[in-house]
């Protein structure tokens, strides 16, 4: 996968996650805090596509790489709107 895919999956599975997390709200969330969970959520499914390729457990473009890339920026997105109440 391309850089833009992992900006594009990562960043907005981590939004997401952000985003529907079930949790009582005092406010709706902010710009900042979405960039921050985008930009985790990058980084995220950046060092699960290279790590899992390290390993030898999948090669660039195969469909488990995107399902790496997509369960784990999820993981952390959901991580990430837990710690932020």
Do not use: D, H
Not at 27 to 33: E, L, N, S
Not at 57 to 62: T, V, Y
């Amino acid at each position: 996968m391309g850089f833009l895919a992992f900006l594009v999956i990562g960043g907005l599975t981590s939004v997401f996650a952000l985003a529907f997390y079930p949790r009582e709200r005092k406010a709706k969330p902010k710009a900042k805090k979405f960039l921050i969970a985008a930009l985790i959520g990058f980084m995220t499914a950046l060092a699960s596509s290279y790590i899992g390729q390290f390993l030898g457990l999948f090669q660039s473009g195969q469909m488990l790489e995107w399902l790496s890339a997509i369960v784990t920026s999820c993981l952390v997105g959901c991580l990430y709107a837990a710690a932020n109440n």
